[in-house]
């Protein structure tokens, strides 16, 4: 059954990489058009004049006035390095997290192809921007070269940028150039983009220097995807103790770095900026990747524990008695809750830093991988205990299995489509999706609590297993959505500890169903039929008799297990009732102290639903290890 499913799946993601893969078919453009090429680029960079060519003196009057702002204001304490580790040798590498808010001055009169009215943001809108930066020594002193990336989300609005620019350590200040997919002309755009001709001149030095004999690396612009190209102008600083919570914007504890922000696209006519008072808060790259490693170690050992735990919880239930008392849907919630888990972390939205991704990547590859693995075998081997032996039924069973695996794979589908909503989107509806899938994947006890209820069993599930599990599957909301230094930025939210008492609560009613019995929170009216394994037998009754004390519980007693009036059955068949002998230990079943037994004591025989008479005990170790008659193979409730 689950090797044709492999199978397709397999066939996919092979027919994936078949298209996906060698998708660049070589050089777009002959060795004489790249050569050509460069010699005009060339041509252009070196006739660049601060008068002639300067686009900062063509912005907007207010969008100008911002960066007049921050680039010649009163020049801060320049950046100092808060790297935690030994390389102290770049200063501005890290990352920067914040809000900003957009105004667009027009329609745009030379709009690209892809920078319509949906690739820009709207006017007044205001979102989320992460940037990751990192330097390089230049050939000009007290400038460094600097180069990264820029994620820019809003409502209906996302966009990510390359960027190449420049530093300058006297001001504090930087000017960068955003592209969707880095090109040459990008570095042409940059230098022209400085404000002051001294500053326009170092830029030109300090890129003539970079490139001579390494532009064959980039790409021509014919040759890219083009959209909105923004100017970027940006001004360092340093976080004080002092500072306000809120000047943050989302990152609670600010390790050192401040950047205030402005951002033009003069194609798009569109002006981004962080706003006023409240700058990006930084981290340095060396204390975030410090960070990321203590999560990882910290992912790593849960899921190890986890898995021991699982491990821990099938040798508890190798018995058939056993695995009837496990919920094969709360197992299935668990593998689903770990692969949401595990596509948290390949998607890239645990961090931004697009270097460790495939890190994160690697790990929750392999850990959750494990995990989801030992959770789906468990399931399936408690699945196969339980269905039923008859030729007919097990068709039923078929079926049933095929629908569990559509509900699970479309409980994915769902999960990625909703995990993709609150990353990659600002949708009013994004909270309430993540709380909602959130609040139905941690309700994996459920199951557990409503079979122990209709099956009137209890103590299933080892106590280490239940709070262990629980207790680790919390790890990662809470660190997500509790922690003020997540590797994600996300602001704290109340919601997670509500999640925390949501499954504590789980736990505390399989506590009580084990302490009061499986059924102590369900009304009387409302209790399913148990089957009484202890029906009151007169010392002289025969197998009828037996039959009619189960008259009650459902059972006729007139017709055994397989449907045949008891009548019809064959001399040779075993009739264990009619003699009071117990057909696994050959043995006289003494019925005379019943009614004595079931008052003050456990009764010492049992009968089946089929009408055969057993020691109690017999019974019980046989039913610990098969639940099926010894006698006519019929299926036995739980007891």
Known sequence: MNRPLATYIALLLLGYLWLTWGSDDGPRHSPDERAAYERQWWASF????????????QLPPSVRAAVDGIMHAQPAQPVRSISTGNDDSDPLAGFFYGTWNAERFGAGDTLPLLAEESARPANGSAGRLTLELASADSSVAGTRLLHGTARLLARGFSLSLGLRGIYWAASNTAVLYGVRQMHAEAFIDLVRAVPRNESFAQAKRAYAKLLDGRLAAYDMPADVVHGCEYQMYVRFGSAEPALPADTAAGLRRPSGLLAQTVMYSPECRVAVASPLGRPLAGISAARYR????????????????????????????QTHAAMNKISPYGLAMQAVLGCYIFIAHVSGSMTPAVDMQLAFTG??????????MFALHY??????????????????????????????????????????????????LAGPMMALLLAVSYSYWVPQIWRNAKRGTSRGLRK????????????FPLYVFACPESLSFNTPSMFVWALVVYSMAQVAVLLLQDLLGPRFFVPASMLPEVYNYHPLLPPDSDEEAAAEGNADDGADPAR??????????????PRNGR???????????????????????????????CHHVYHTECLARWMEMKLECPVCRAPLPPV
């Open 290 to 317: 410090e960070r990321a490693g203590h999560y990882l170690r910290l992912a790593f050992v849960a899921m190890v524990a986890e898995i021991l735990l699982l491990i821990g919880q099938m040798r508890h239930t």
């Open 579 to 609: 003699g009071r002998e117990c057909a696994i230990c050959i043995q006289n079943v003494d019925v005379s102290a019943s009614v004595a037994s079931a008052l003050f004591g456990r009764p010492s025989y049992m009968v089946t639903p």
């Open 464 to 475: 280490d297993y239940l709070f262990g599990t629980t207790l680790l599957n919390l790890i």
């Open 363 to 372: 790990a929750a590859f392999v850990t959750f991988t494990l995990l989801v």
């Open 379 to 428: 399931m399936m081997s408690v699945w196969r205990v339980q269905q039923p032996s008859e030729p007919d039924e097990q068709v039923s069973g078929q079926r049933q299995l095929w629908m569990t695996y559509l509900r699970f794979y479309g409980a994915l589908a769902v999960g990625v489509v909703v995990i993709h909503v609150y990353t990659e989107t600002m949708h009013p």
């Open 46 to 57: 070196r006739s660049l004049d601060y008068a002639a060519n300067s686009t900062y003196t």
């Open 560 to 573: 055994d297990a397989e449907g045949r009036d008891s009548e019809d059955t064959s001399p040779d068949e």
